[in-house]
T-cell receptor
Framework: DVKVTQSSRYLVKRTGEKVFLECVQD?????MFWYRQDPGLGLRLIYF???????EKGDIPEGYSVSREKKERFSLILESASTNQTSMYLC???????????FGDGTRLSIL | RKEVEQDPGPFNVPEGATVAFNCTYS??????FFWYRQDCRKEPKLLMS???SGNEDGRFTAQLNRASQYISLLIRDSKLSDSATYLC????????????FGKGTRLHILP
C-alpha cells in the first residue's frame, strides 16, 4: 500500500511566521502535489512537482513556495503566514500523471 | 461551465435504499475518471476508477456517459458507513494536464 506521510496532523502558528509542512511518500512516485481544502471551495491545487528539483504553480500559489530536493519528499512553505492561510493542507502523490493520487492524512493548520 | 460539477447535496437517504449521483465535466477530451470518498475531517481515498464500459465493485457501480459528458455513481443497499462526501475526479489524459477534483456530493445515510 502507498504511504503518504505528512509531518503534523495539527499545527498552530502566528501571523508572520515562516511555516514548513513536510510530506514524504514511500512508493517512489514521480508526482507530488499540495492542496488546500476549505469548506465550500473543495480541493485547490497550490503547487505540484513531476520530478526532483522541479516545481510548477497550481491554481493558488500566492503566499506559498515548495521544495523537492529528494524524490520522496515534497515540502510546502508559507513564507509569512497569514490568517487566510488557515486551512486543511493535503499532500498527494501518484505514479503516472493521469492515475489516481494517494493522499496523506492532512495537516490542519491554524494561523492566529 | 465549470470543469467538473457535482450537486453538493446533502442527499439524505434511508438505510438500505439505492442512491445515485452524477458528475458532469466540460472537456470532451477527458480520458480518466475516478470516484473518491472523503469522510469528515479525513483525507480523500480512491473509491473506484470509472471505465468506458462501466464497472461494478460490490454495491457500487460507476458509469461513464461520454455523449452527455457525465459520470455516475450508484450505491445499492446503502449502509450507515456509506455516509461521506463523494468526489468526482477527471483528467484529460495528456501528459501535461492536471487532475481536476469536483467539490463533492455529501451523502447522509439515515438509520
Amino acid at each position: 500500500d502507498v504511504k503518504v506521510t505528512q509531518s503534523s496532523r495539527y499545527l498552530v502558528k502566528r501571523t508572520g511566521e515562516k511555516v514548513f509542512l513536510e510530506c514524504v511518500q514511500d512508493m517512489d512516485h514521480e508526482n507530488m502535489f499540495w492542496y488546500r481544502q476549505d469548506p465550500g471551495l473543495g480541493l485547490r491545487l497550490i503547487y505540484f512537482s513531476y520530478d526532483v528539483k522541479m516545481k510548477e504553480k497550481g491554481d493558488i500559489p500566492e503566499g506559498y513556495s515548495v521544495s523537492r530536493e529528494k524524490k520522496e519528499r515534497f515540502s510546502l512553505i508559507l513564507e509569512s503566514a497569514s490568517t487566510n492561510q488557515t486551512s486543511m493542507y493535503l499532500c498527494a502523490s501518484s505514479d503516472i500523471r493521469n492515475q489516481p493520487q494517494h493522499f496523506g492524512d492532512g495537516t490542519r493548520l491554524s494561523i492566529l | 461551465r465549470k470543469e467538473v460539477e457535482q450537486d453538493p447535496g446533502p442527499f439524505n437517504v434511508p438505510e438500505g435504499a439505492t442512491v445515485a449521483f452524477n458528475c458532469t465535466y466540460s472537456n470532451s477530451a477527458s480520458q480518466s475518471f475516478f470516484w473518491y470518498r472523503q469522510d469528515c475531517r479525513k483525507e480523500p481515498k480512491l473509491l473506484m476508477s470509472v471505465y468506458s464500459s462501466g464497472n461494478e465493485d460490490g454495491r457500487f457501480t460507476a458509469q461513464l456517459n461520454r455523449a452527455s459528458q457525465y459520470i455516475s455513481l450508484l450505491i445499492r443497499d446503502s449502509k450507515l458507513s456509506d455516509s461521506a462526501t463523494y468526489l468526482c475526479v477527471v483528467h484529460k489524459g495528456s501528459r501535461d494536464d492536471k487532475i481536476i477534483f469536483g467539490k463533492g456530493t455529501r451523502l447522509h445515510i439515515l438509520p
